[in-house]
């Protein structure tokens, strides 16, 4: 065992600066180490984790690989910065008996506030009418707007995120549908169906499922086949989930009314063809961020690395192993 203080290495971040991190974890007496902010590939990592030797890893976007696991013999918890565990190799960690956590709970208001606002900007045509009436057009008799409450939504994924989206769905009336391996038990504003049922009987369709190897790709051309003519698909959870080809195809043809997407399968590229279709809406992966969402991140993640360090238990693992105190 080292006689000096554990190290805590900071891969990476998805804003300006490492000070909330930084005042946790040396305030607790260990060395904290800061990576490059933008994330970098899982070589320059599996590097980093060589020569710093950390005991905890916190991390945002950037692989945290089988390698990268195995280069510190003494690491103890590896901690997203978020929600989603892509990033990660889970299995090698858990292999190792490292552990693996997240902040499942921090941007739950924000996520659902951004798919519920991409819903009322395509049924009030609010990013149509404002680009017609910055090019010249006021042509308000032209107007093909809905009625949110008059729709039928099916959310994809009814963990805490897809549940508050339901609830806020909901107060406008609309109708909600919702798929999930684990449904509620408890009574629930939203009516259970298989994923293709939901497809077939949605106006919209929201996607709010994790990216597992089971579900990449969950969203393709056959299921975007299914949705009903006009619909709008809205995916604020990874890219990784949705086809964007099929996507740009479906807006191609007229048979998706509009794809709002926070997320993308090549971003941070976007295809010149999805910009190209009227009917796309793109934020670059914003979903999940506000001035409070990003604090609580922050000091959720660093203070998970503290408790485990000081053999308190986790309050969100992903994994089970041996943690020693």
Avoid at 69 to 95: F, K, Q, W
Avoid at 168 to 185: M, N, Q
Avoid at 251 to 256: K, P
């Amino acid at each position: 065992m080292s006689i000096f203080p554990p190290v805590v290495l900071l891969t990476d971040r998805a804003w300006p600066d490492d000070l909330v991190e930084r005042e946790i974890i040396e305030g607790a007496g260990f060395t904290f180490v800061s990576g490059p902010a933008d994330p970098a590939p899982a070589a320059v990592i599996e590097k980093l984790v060589r020569e710093h030797q950390p005991t905890a890893i916190l991390t945002c976007w950037a692989p945290v690989s089988a390698t990268a696991i195995g280069a510190a013999p003494e690491l103890r918890v590896v901690a997203r910065m978020g929600v989603g565990l892509d990033n990660i190799d889970v299995t090698a960690a858990t292999d190792r008996g490292v552990l693996v956590t997240n902040v499942p709970d921090f941007c739950v208001a924000e996520v659902s506030d951004h798919a519920v606002g991409m819903i009322l900007a395509w049924t009030r045509g609010l990013v149509t009418a404002n680009s017609a009436v910055r090019a010249g057009r006021w042509q308000p008799a032209g107007a093909r707007l809905r009625r949110i409450g008059a729709l039928t939504c099916g959310i994809v994924g009814y963990g805490r995120i897809g549940r508050e989206t339901a609830r806020k769905l909901a107060a406008f009336g609309t109708r909600i549908l919702a798929t999930d391996p684990h449904p509620p038990a408890a009574p629930d504003p939203a009516e259970f169906v298989d994923l293709d049922s939901l497809l077939a009987s949605s106006d919209v369709v929201v996607v709010h499922a994790p990216l597992t190897p089971e579900t990449r790709g969950l969203i393709g051309a056959p299921q975007l086949a299914r949705m009903r003519p006009g619909g709008l698909l809205v995916n604020v959870s990874r890219g990784g989930l949705v086809d964007t080809t099929a996507v740009i195809d479906a807006l191609a043809t007229g048979h998706l009314g509009g794809a709002a997407l926070d997320v993308l399968d090549t971003e941070p590229d976007v295809p010149a063809d999805l910009l190209a279709q009227e009917g796309a809406l793109i934020t670059p992966h914003v979903a999940f961020t506000s001035e409070l969402a990003l604090l609580d991140l922050r000091r959720g993640a660093a203070e998970e690395v503290v408790r485990v360090l000081t053999g308190q238990p986790a309050r969100h693992p992903r994994n089970t192993v041996s943690v020693a105190g």
